[in-house]
């Protein structure tokens, strides 16, 4: 059965089932994103590599690491469960496991370990059960854990980028957050910001953040919708107070990188 939830007692972790045959456009998200395929195969695509997702494996994308998923026929059912932890939560697991602060960083996009795998089906089914909070907690730090464990490493920023570039960064990006006539950014605006040429700034905001300005601000605006979604507003006032022009834009951008309609984060 295919649902969206978002569950509190995990730190607002998100968790979707999605059983039906999709393509996923170019596309990430501002947390990490660990899926499994019960049923089916897919081919995924992320920093330039390309992997076939199937049972047994475990597919793991970093905060704005930008990835596709296209499904394969394969002439039977089609099912992928994917769940969005966010980055204070594996780094506080992290911590505990690898004795080290910092994001934990996963060298292989997609691991086939079937012991992590049969983990995240325990957790999945459980959510989908809406079993008891102890029994989800037990079972979310089973699966996380498990796949820190074996397959990630602590993973400082200041050891892949100059801070000092970071924080320019950060300053263009918090341009965009703002709120303030978003529409009317320019990237000679963001660059001047960051005191540097177009060209420079686009290329490494692009290397920093996984993705390019645009971009980012259209995944902030479609996380936006999906708090308003949530907390119950109807399609078109979401869209509207996220900054989709209409209702159709924003079930176009949802369908095309989550894989599902906001009327299922109203279900």
């Known amino acids: 059965m295919s649902f969206v939830k978002t569950i509190p007692s995990l730190q607002e972790t998100e968790f979707s089932r999605l059983e039906e045959r999709l393509c996923f456009a170019k596309h990430a998200h501002p947390t990490y994103s660990i899926g ?25 994308y970093h905060p ?53 795998y049969r983990l995240f089906w325990e957790l999945f089914d459980l959510v989908g059960k809406e079993r008891e909070l102890l029994a989800l907690q037990e079972a979310s730090l089973k699966a996380f854990s498990y796949l820190i464990a074996h397959h990630a490493s602590p993973w400082h920023p200041s050891s892949r980028f100059l801070l000092m570039e970071r924080a320019k960064i950060t300053q263009a990006k918090e341009r965009i957050l703002e709120g303030d006539e978003v529409e009317k950014i320019t990237l000679e605006e963001l660059a001047s910001l960051c005191g540097m040429s177009r060209f420079r700034f686009l290329r490494l905001f692009a290397k920093l953040e996984g993705m390019t300005p645009h971009r980012f601000l259209l995944m902030h605006k479609t996380q936006k919708a999906k708090r308003y979604l949530q907390e119950g507003c109807d399609i078109s006032e979401a869209a509207l107070l996220s900054g989709f022009c209409d209702q159709a834009h924003l079930s176009r951008t949802l369908r095309r990188f989550y894989g599902y309609t906001p009327r299922s984060l109203r279900s």
């Not at 089916?40 to 793991?60: A, D, P």
């Not at 394969?72 to 080290?100: D, F, Q, V």
């Open 36 to 60: 499994i395929m019960p049923l089916g195969l897919s081919l995924c695509q992320g920093e330039g590599e390309t992997y076939f997702m199937g049972r047994h494996k475990v597919c793991v």
């Open 64 to 116: 704005g690491e930008e990835h596709t998923c296209v499904f394969e026929h394969t002439g039977g059912s089609w099912a992928y469960w994917n769940c969005y932890p966010k980055e204070e939560m594996l780094r506080e697991y992290a911590s505990e496991i690898l004795g080290e602060r910092g994001e934990p960083h996963f060298a292989k996009t997609v691991v086939e370990d079937p012991y992590a």
